[in-house]
């Protein structure tokens, strides 16, 4: 079974410009996470996507950051315009179960990890 | 405020010893799961508990979950180099996304 795809798998940008990120989840899985990781730390929840709807998107920083799973399927993430602070590794993770089930195993990509300048 | 506190911080001690991390929240969860992860990749799931006083076995890894389900610990028996990552928890309450703690680091030195 095909994992959790990402791409690319690293960007390095300067900062006020634009970027994205793809995500393919594992084949049925109907949910699809977006998390920011920082340096030393966990990851962080940005968005949740369940089909191709929005679940819970409120700590993704809506006033630069955007995403969508237009088909259900495949998912992007952009950035707009890019901050120093935004540099991290941005987790995609999807899982096989639909809202109001869990617990649920959530199986993740490799991640791309952004470095603003 | 960081709703899972992970403790240590960092871990580095020699192949063959014993070593516990601990995962403590104020707030009660669903469920509880480990996540290693190496440098390079993203985390995979270890193991998932969901009773309060639940303890689960994976080979040289004890898992358990406290009574009141707010804290978890794992504990690995005679440590090996391959244990070598960062151990994160995460909590769920509900269908909602995962909540992670900042993670162990943890070395195993040959």
Redesign the interface.
């Known amino acids: 079974e095909a994992g959790v795809a990402q791409s690319p798998r690293y960007k390095i940008i300067e900062k006020r410009q634009s970027v994205a990120f793809w995500c393919n989840p594992i084949s049925g899985h109907a949910t699809l996470y977006w998390y920011q990781q920082i340096l030393g730390q966990g990851p962080k929840l940005l968005i949740q996507f369940q089909n191709n709807g929005v679940v819970d998107d409120s700590q993704l920083p809506k006033d630069r950051f955007s995403a969508e799973r237009l088909k259900g399927v495949d998912s992007t993430l952009k950035i707009q315009p890019a901050k120093l602070e935004d540099s991290a590794v941005y987790l995609c993770a999807s899982s096989f179960s639909t809202s109001g089930s869990a617990p649920y195993e959530q199986y993740f990509g490799p991640g791309t990890r952004l470095t603003v300048t | 405020t960081q709703l ?1 506190e ?1 403790s240590p911080q960092f871990l580095s001690i020699q192949e063959g010893e014993n070593l516990t991390v601990y995962c403590n929240s104020s707030s009660v969860f ?2 509880l ?1 480990w996540y290693r992860q190496e440098p ?6 270890l193991v ?1 508990v ?1 009773t309060g006083g639940e303890v689960k076995k994976l080979k040289r890894l004890t898992f358990q979950f406290g009574d009141a389900r707010k804290d978890s610990s794992l504990h690995i028996t005679a440590a090996q180099p391959g244990d070598t990552g960062l151990y ?1 928890c ?1 909590g ?1 309450r ?10 162990t680091h943890l070395i195993i030195q040959p």
């Open positions: 899972l992970q669903s469920s799961q390079g990749e993203g985390p995979v799931l998932t969901v994160l995460a769920t509900g269908a909602d996304g995962l909540t992670f703690g900042k993670g």
